[in-house]
């Protein structure tokens, strides 16, 4: 089983950056896909950024993508999205999350194929 504990939100001007931190509990961290997802109020939860087990594949949402990375520290048990070039439609709360096994994009893509989720960390982007 793996804890999640997020951290790292706030509120940030457009075109700020943030980075988020999504620390892990458990001796099996490094052998779980990671995620975040993001759910604005009213809205769904929407993936936003996969990293595999070992850090060499990566996904990404394409609202995200070129502006936001996500890197892994297995030595330190934490998952990281450093987000630059924030927008206002970027404000929402911040999921990390944990699965087993890297697959095809659209599972990735999907909540439901997360097994561990973390409280969240609010993102506040303001124009």
């Known amino acids: 089983q793996v804890q999640l504990v997020e951290s790292g939100g706030g509120l940030v001007q457009a075109g700020g950056s943030l980075r988020l931190s999504c620390a892990a509990s458990?001796?099996?961290?490094?052998?779980?896909?990671m995620g975040w997802f993001r759910q604005a109020p009213g809205k769904e939860r929407v993936f936003v950024a996969a990293i595999s087990w070992s850090g060499s594949s990566t996904h990404y949402a394409d609202s995200v993508k070129g502006r936001f990375t996500i890197s892994r520290d297995n030595a330190k048990n934490t998952v990281y999205l450093q987000m630059n070039s924030l927008r206002p439609d970027d404000t929402a709360v911040y999921y990390c999350?944990?699965?087993?096994?890297?697959?095809?994009?659209?599972?990735?893509?999907?909540?439901?194929?997360?097994?561990?989720w973390g409280q969240g960390t609010q993102v506040t982007v303001s124009s």
């Open positions: 458990g001796r099996t961290f490094s052998t779980y896909v």
């Open positions: 999350a944990a699965k087993v096994g890297w697959s095809a994009p659209n599972e990735l893509r999907s909540w439901m194929k997360y097994a561990y």
